[in-house]
């Protein structure tokens, strides 16, 4: 791995890379736009397939939140090209989003996506990148393990409350066990507003107080949750 590997609230590192719709430059072609890069260990492999399909399935659910995907292996353009179209033919889904090439590695190396798993195969790394290009969450799968695709969705439609309303949010929001559905307020930095803090705020201590979250953004991280929970109708192989 190298020395330093891009870190959350880092600038995404500026990349050129080589996709199945052509060159793309990261982060400035998404610039105003979130984004999501994510590197699966193999193209023609069963969970990273699992995982394209996913991804495409709720690929209008990104779109709604002003996400655009981009995948990454280390595998050619003409390699992505032949498993995209099985996908399609197999499958009956369209993979809307690019994919990298990176059959030297380089790229990944650079993320951190090489690890100690396997010195050939990149683990399944999550970035979420803001609009302004900055990191602000990196999760890493290992290989043997499929994402969560509606947990990612759920996190993207969290950092945005996050970064929109100035506030933090609490585990499994919005179904937390404590504060419920509600966004916890900063902690004051001062003597002054502890002391206030329960006057303007409900809470549990000056340091543990909450407020509502606008309800659109509840019941859309709800929708997710819910959906993450629910047994998928299975899917048939396509007849041809």
Aim: aromatic letters at 10%.
């Amino acid at each position: 791995m190298p020395a330093q590997i891009p870190l959350i609230g880092e600038r995404f590192p500026t990349l050129t890379v080589q996709t199945t719709v052509g060159t793309k430059k990261l982060p400035d072609d998404y610039a105003g736009k979130w984004f999501i890069l994510f590197s699966h260990p193999g193209d023609f492999t069963p969970v990273c397939t699992t995982e394209f399909y996913a991804f495409a399935n709720r690929y209008e659910d990104f779109k709604s939140l002003g996400v655009e995907l981009i995948g990454l292996s280390v595998d050619s353009v003409p390699s992505h090209i032949e498993w995209i179209n099985w996908i399609k033919q197999n499958l009956g889904i369209e993979i809307p989003f690019p994919i990298i090439a990176d059959p030297r590695g380089v790229v990944a190396e650079q993320l951190g996506m090489i690890q100690a798993q396997s010195p050939t195969a990149a683990v399944r790394a999550v970035f979420i990148v803001n609009s302004q290009g900055i990191i602000r969450t990196i999760i890493y799968y290992p290989l043997e393990l499929g994402r969560n695709i509606d947990e990612i969705l759920r996190a993207v439609k969290a950092l945005q409350v996050i970064e929109r309303e100035k506030v933090a949010l609490p585990a499994n929001w919005p179904n937390n066990e404590v504060v419920g559905e509600n966004a916890i307020v900063p902690t004051a930095s001062t003597i002054q507003e502890a002391q206030s803090r329960l006057t303007q705020y409900k809470g549990f201590s000056w340091w543990l107080t909450y407020k509502p979250v606008p309800l659109e953004d509840v019941q859309v991280a709800a929708k997710f949750l819910e959906r993450a929970s629910r047994k998928p109708p299975a899917l048939t192989k396509k007849q041809k």
